[in-house]
């Protein structure tokens, strides 16, 4: 099993929300530790206000490439990847240019993590497209079919893609990724009909809420399955991962407590578990995934 964080919280400490200059130092310190810790892999989220049930909208976000860049720069070894990109936020041309920069200039250590959208309020607060529902998901389709298109390394010709929603004359991506065969793609959501179809035709992996509980991530992922099944896909070639807050976990956010609940998650297939925390910038819970977790779930 593999451990990775994510960042949610970007006010850390007294006052830290009113003073800018913290963000750089502090990120900077949290991603090298992560990095030295054995931590497999870390995740920012696409959002421009702070989630209403994190806190409030007016507190410190950053814009999420823009930051996985930053920590391309101060890391060595960690995978980077947004959890994950709301695709109506971003033309799936230039989304998939900006992951294959952020592969190449870390060395291949980037991810494509995409989803449906869902924050309503940021997207109309900053005059962001945020259509209906159905829509997002015909254009989340459509984004992984171009990504799949500009990341074709055997086809010499790029032909035009013409969807509903997009129109590429030239998808050409040059670079390509380092990641081979490119960036793993990553499919957000719980959705049974849509989303889990997606990630069995389209994904690399997939990614579930804890707040689930084991029982309800037993049944996605025999939804998900079923779907492989369907459209004849190795269901091990999907990694299984989950998001969950390290203050969250049922037994608490101590060394055994995390340790049983990764055990929890391995019998059901889960190969990927990914901790987030108010008090990342502490590097108590980045410690403890280091000195005690990571060895005790390795080989699960």
Same mark, same amino acid.
């Given at each position: 099993?593999?451990?990775?964080?994510?960042?949610?919280?970007?006010?850390?400490?007294?006052?830290?929300?009113?003073?800018?200059?913290?963000?750089?130092?502090?990120?900077?310190?949290?991603?090298?530790?992560?990095?030295?810790?054995?931590?497999?892999?870390?995740?920012?989220?696409?959002?421009?206000?702070?989630?209403?049930? &994190?806190?409030?909208?007016?507190?410190?976000?950053?814009?999420?490439?823009?930051?996985?860049?930053?920590?391309?720069?101060?890391? =060595?070894?960690? =995978?980077?990847?947004?959890?994950?990109?709301?695709?109506?936020?971003?033309?799936?041309?230039?989304?998939?240019?900006?992951?294959?920069?952020?592969?190449?200039?870390?060395?291949?250590?980037?991810?494509?993590?995409?989803?449906?959208?869902?924050?309503?309020?940021?997207?109309?607060?900053?005059?962001?497209?945020?259509?209906?529902?159905?829509?997002?998901?015909?254009?989340?389709?459509? &984004?992984?079919?171009?990504?799949?298109?500009?990341?074709?390394?055997?086809?010499?010709?790029?032909?035009?893609?013409?969807?509903?929603?997009?129109?590429?004359?030239?998808?050409?991506?040059?670079?390509?990724?380092?990641?081979?065969?490119?960036?793993?793609?990553?499919?957000?959501?719980?959705?049974?009909?849509?989303?889990?179809?997606?990630?069995?035709?389209?994904?690399? &992996?997939?990614?579930?809420?804890?707040?689930?509980?084991?029982?309800?991530?037993?049944?996605?992922?025999?939804?998900?399955?079923?779907?492989?099944?369907?459209?004849?896909?190795?269901?091990?070639?999907?990694?299984?991962?989950?998001?969950?807050? &390290?203050?969250?976990?049922?037994?608490?956010?101590?060394?055994?407590?995390?340790?049983?609940?990764?055990?929890?998650?391995?019998?059901?297939?889960?190969?990927?578990?990914?901790?987030?925390?108010?008090?990342?910038?502490?590097?108590?819970?980045?410690?403890?995934?280091?000195?005690?977790?990571?060895?005790?779930?390795?080989?699960?």
């Amino acid at each position: 099993m593999r451990i990775g964080i994510q960042f949610i919280w970007f006010n850390w400490g007294e006052g830290a929300s009113a003073d800018a200059s913290t963000f750089a130092p502090t990120l900077k310190r949290i991603a090298q530790a992560a990095d030295a810790a054995g931590v497999a892999s870390l995740w920012t989220i696409d959002h421009f206000f702070q989630m209403e049930f &994190a806190g409030d909208a007016r507190d410190p976000m950053l814009e999420t490439y823009t930051t996985l860049g930053f920590l391309a720069g101060v890391t =060595e070894r960690i =995978e980077l990847g947004t959890l994950v990109t709301s695709v109506v936020y971003r033309h799936p041309g230039a989304l998939i240019k900006t992951v294959s920069t952020l592969d190449v200039l870390s060395g291949g250590r980037a991810w494509l993590g995409i989803g449906a959208a869902w924050y309503e309020r940021e997207a109309r607060g900053l005059g962001l497209p945020f259509p209906p529902l159905k829509e997002r998901f015909e254009r989340l389709e459509e &984004a992984l079919q171009i990504a799949h298109r500009m990341w074709n390394r055997a086809d010499a010709t790029v032909d035009p893609y013409q969807g509903v929603h997009y129109q590429l004359a030239e998808p050409i991506d040059s670079p390509h990724p380092l990641s081979q065969p490119h960036p793993r793609i990553l499919i957000g959501g719980e959705g049974e009909k849509k989303t889990l179809r997606m990630v069995a035709q389209y994904g690399d &992996a997939c990614n579930f809420d804890g707040g689930l509980g084991v029982d309800g991530i037993q049944h996605k992922l025999n939804v998900l399955r079923e779907h492989c099944n369907a459209h004849d896909r190795d269901y091990d070639a999907i990694e299984r991962t989950v998001v969950h807050g &390290a203050h969250r976990v049922p037994d608490g956010d101590t060394a055994d407590g995390l340790i049983r609940y990764c055990e929890s998650l391995a019998k059901i297939g889960v190969q990927h578990v990914i901790f987030n925390t108010p008090q990342m910038h502490d590097l108590k819970l980045i410690d403890l995934l280091g000195e005690k977790v990571i060895p005790a779930v390795r080989g699960l």
